[in-house]
């Protein structure tokens, strides 16, 4: 391993202007990177790399290299690129056990942060490297959102995110509140009381977008957010049908293939995969068939009704009469992206929101209520992980500089309150250890 990554290395030609750090969302000094690499200071590229992406072992494994850092690269032009994204993951996962250190000391303040998605953990990350107490909170029992739950562990497994939680969360003294919903029992304001100066909203995109159509309630039909959050919980046969061409699409594909299904098909649309190449050649590769150009008009227990497209004067795609078709299969998986759910908003006072339920915000993250901020999926609708780091490093300053700009928080409900003395049971617990 170490020889094919020096070997990528090698191929790096250190380009004064270079493109592949324009390419990347978060501008990682890659030349540099590779420059420390080559000079034997793994630890100081390791570092670096940490310092600009907290997130920078999980970006090496699903990044879309090849429209980003990779995309850009000179070398591409007119043979491969230099792979970075083999480089970066090999330094990352080796300096990641280096990181051993505490917390940083307190400043007195804390921040929430709502969901523990990429955005979410980026700025906890960041804010915690300022001194700040901060309290990550998230509907699902374990830190990752849409990484671990969205994301199927054959692409990124599970233990680079509990090694993430280890060093990043619990080393740094960030703590995690699992399985809490924000917007029921517990609302924003709640978090404002309990004198949390800042709060940041990146609750990911958790509601499946439906196709409308007749059959869709039927057993055997599942979302891709659903079924990639619990693949062995759906019982969908050998012959497997997903709506949808993206690269959630792809995973849900390639995850049904690892499940057990013999025939599995992919429909859009249009002629056009909108899954990146690397994804849909690898789905291509296990023996995921595609039927392109087609409409989805109904769903059966037998199988899906689908029709010819066309694209009118106005970019509309219609079916066109006359060339239904019944296509058997056993299971059903729509993968046409999500959308927000409203609870947080709706429980909380001020905070403004689009037509599509995206909360309205400034490119610092600034949501019309002070003091709650949002990125990410929240904010923007689906972006790349990536991106999401990118704005969360951005936000993660604005809440920073929010707060300094605050007086430091004062409890006086009950001042200089005793502490209670030790109960018999404390004592004899005491004497045991």
Known sequence: MALHVMEEA??????KKPRCQEGCPIHTNIPEVIRLLKSGKLNEAGWMLFENN???????????????CEGHCVRGIKEAPVHFSIIENYISSTYANQMVRGPAPSNGRKAAVIGAGPAGLTIAIILARYGYGVTIYDSRDKIGGVLRYGIPDFRLPDAVLDDMAYRHLELKGIQFRPNTYIGSAITIDDLFRDGYQS???????????????????LGHVTYAINYLASPDAFRLGERVMVIGTGNSAMDCARTAVRKG??????????DTLTASQYESSYAKLEGVDFLLNKCTLEIRSDGVILADSQVGPDGKVTPIPGTEALYPCTGVIIAISQGAESNLVTTTRGIDTSARGLLTVDADGHTSRPGVFAAGDAASGARTV???VANG?????AMHEYMQSLP??????????PVAEASDADVRAEQLL
């Open 10 to 15: 090698n191929r790096c030609l250190g380009c």
């Open 408 to 417: 430091m928080p004062v409890f006086t409900d009950y001042p200089d309150v």
């Open 393 to 397: 490093k951005r936000v993660a300053e």
């Open 54 to 68: 907290p997130l920078t072992t999980v970006c090496s494994l699903v990044c879309n290299h090849e429209k980003q």
């Open 386 to 388: 990536v991106e999401a």
């Open 199 to 217: 709060v940041f909203v990146g609750a990911g995109l958790w509601k499946p977008n439906t196709l409308g159509i007749r059959g869709e309630s």
């Open 261 to 270: 299904a013999r025939f599995v098909t992919c429909v859009n649309l249009t």
